[in-house]
């Protein structure tokens, strides 16, 4: 989804360099320029629109997380069982 977005902001600001509404860059450069604007413009906007889904994949991970403890917890009395 990242790439999603990078990949929009990258077509929309080369639409806008191509439109002379931003400076083409230096010399050939055009194409670095507008890669870098992207990742710049695209990271703040990643952050605020795939916050629903960084928040369903942790709550995903905690769950794990969580189970595995439990199993090793389980895991652990049963070795401490064994030897007393």
Same mark, same amino acid.
């Given at each position: 989804?990242?790439l999603?977005?990078?990949? %929009?902001?990258?077509?929309? =600001? &080369?639409? @806008?360099v191509?439109?002379? $509404?931003?400076?083409?860059? *230096? %010399?050939?450069?055009n194409? =670095? &320029?507008? @890669?870098?604007?992207?990742? $710049?413009?695209?990271?703040? *906007?990643?952050?605020?629109?795939?916050?629903?889904?960084?928040?369903?994949?942790?709550?995903?991970?905690?769950?794990?997380?969580?189970?595995?403890k439990?199993?090793?917890?389980?895991?652990?009395?049963?070795?401490?069982?064994?030897?007393?």
């Amino acid at each position: 989804m990242r790439l999603g977005v990078f990949a %929009g902001c990258f077509f929309v =600001l &080369w639409g @806008l360099v191509y439109l002379r $509404v931003l400076p083409r860059g *230096l %010399g050939d450069s055009n194409l =670095l &320029w507008v @890669l870098v604007l992207s990742v $710049v413009v695209s990271a703040p *906007l990643s952050f605020v629109l795939l916050r629903k889904q960084r928040e369903a994949m942790s709550e995903q991970i905690v769950t794990k997380v969580d189970r595995a403890k439990s199993r090793l917890e389980a895991n652990r009395s049963q070795e401490d069982g064994v030897v007393q």
